[in-house]
């Protein structure tokens, strides 16, 4: 006959995964605040990538291989 499962165990197991997994959340949305309060910027915040994507939309308009009226006089 087949052992039982212990079904107990790995919802255990699960319960800790997600726990370490939320500590380590908010220590680093602690962290990111605490370098907000310093002043000092970190360089993978979301914000800096999300200006780098605006600047890349604004060039991608001006390749559209036609020429303005501006540039062809």
């Known amino acids: ?3 039982k499962p212990n079904y107990s165990f790995e919802k255990r ?3 800790l995964a997600k726990k370490k ?3 380590d959340k908010l220590k680093k949305k602690q962290e990111r605040k605490a370098g907000i309060a310093d002043g000092s910027i970190d360089p993978n915040a979301e914000e800096t ?3 780098d994507s ?4 604004e060039d ?3 390749s559209d291989g036609a020429e ?3 540039e062809g006089d």
């Open 1 to 3: 006959m087949a052992k």
């Open 49 to 51: 990538d999300a200006d």
């Open 21 to 23: 997994k939320k500590e």
């Open 60 to 62: 991608s308009d001006d």
């Open 13 to 15: 197991q699960k319960d």
């Open 68 to 70: 303005s009226p501006a």
């Open 54 to 57: 605006e600047d890349d939309a």
